[in-house]
């Protein structure tokens, strides 16, 4: 065990000595690699920030019906208890107007604006789900309430969050398919960067076989060089990634506050900004492992 840790030291301490011999061409590949890599990642961030300021919206299909002004609180209330025994709803909240005028006067931004009113101009209200969540269903309950006297306005509220998943499924698959794609051109950088880097050791490598060297031997400083151009251009893709966060952070920041908000495009969380650093070794690796592959057998001893 001791002799293998030392062999590969020793082909990583070599592999670092190329990155360094060349450190030019190195710092390029690197910065190649992490600009390909900071746009899934970009992306990726984007959508779980996006994803998180919008956890709380309501993706079940639901619809909020408003009453009259003028109708009694006890007809609300026996409409809402007759929409209960209904068998196609599975829930009911009923929300009494001194309870939403409560609810707006803690949202941020509006407590001067209701405390400024004379009179609670809200009316009550109700929010229903379907016991199934069927459109169909959901918009035959919104024809029958708005053929009620009693109520003044029914809205369907969760369309537009169906419509969000929707989109945000989409740009997941997108962002996928991106980062397949640039994946398979950083392999080919890595491949061709190793290639140049066996004929230009060939007679080395020659040598090396001819006084016993296996192929694993030979292998491993290749292995450890794609793998660490790799980590290079991760870490580039992560500061890419953090320093413009950062500098649209500016203009959101501004964006949101004139909204009442404190909604923050989010950096990675640790275990994906690791996952990122892992994919780009392993990408490295991967190229580095195709090219030596490929070509180590073509170099024998002549």
Request: no cysteine; proline share 4%.
């Amino acid at each position: 065990m001791r002799a293998w840790l030392r062999q590969h030291r020793r082909a990583l301490a070599a592999a670092a000595g190329k990155i360094a011999a060349q450190r030019f061409a190195a710092v390029l590949n690197a910065l190649v690699i992490g600009i390909a890599l900071a746009l899934p990642a970009g992306g990726y961030a984007l959508l779980a920030s996006l994803r998180a300021a919008s956890a709380g919206a309501p993706l079940e299909p639901q619809l909020s019906a408003f009453f009259k002004g003028e109708v009694a609180r006890a007809e609300a209330e026996a409409l809402v208890a007759r929409l209960k025994a209904d068998s196609r709803v599975g829930e009911l909240r009923f929300v009494p107007r001194e309870q939403a005028l409560k609810e707006l006067r803690a949202s941020e931004g509006l407590a001067e604006v209701v405390a400024a009113l004379n009179r609670n101009p809200l009316p009550d209200a109700f929010v229903l789900r379907p016991r199934a969540p069927d459109a169909a269903v959901l918009e035959a309950l919104a024809a029958e309430l708005r053929a009620l006297p009693a109520i003044g306005h029914v809205q369907v509220d969760s369309a537009w969050a169906r419509r969000l998943g929707a989109l945000a499924a989409t740009a997941r698959l997108a962002i996928l398919l991106l980062a397949a794609l640039l994946a398979f051109g950083l392999v080919a950088i890595t491949f061709n960067t190793i290639r140049l880097q066996i004929l230009t050791q060939r007679a080395e490598i020659e040598i090396s076989k001819l006084i016993g060297a296996t192929d694993a031997f030979i292998r491993r400083p290749f292995f450890y060089l794609g793998a660490l151009q790799g980590l290079a251009g991760g870490l580039i893709a992560l500061g890419i990634l953090w320093g413009s966060l950062a500098a649209l952070n500016v203009g959101v920041a501004e964006l949101a506050a004139s909204y009442g908000s404190t909604f923050r495009l989010a950096f990675l969380d640790p275990g994906d900004a690791f996952a990122v650093l892992l994919f780009s070794a392993g990408l490295g690796w991967l190229g580095a492992y195709l090219s030596v592959s490929r070509y180590l057998r073509e170099i024998e001893p002549s």
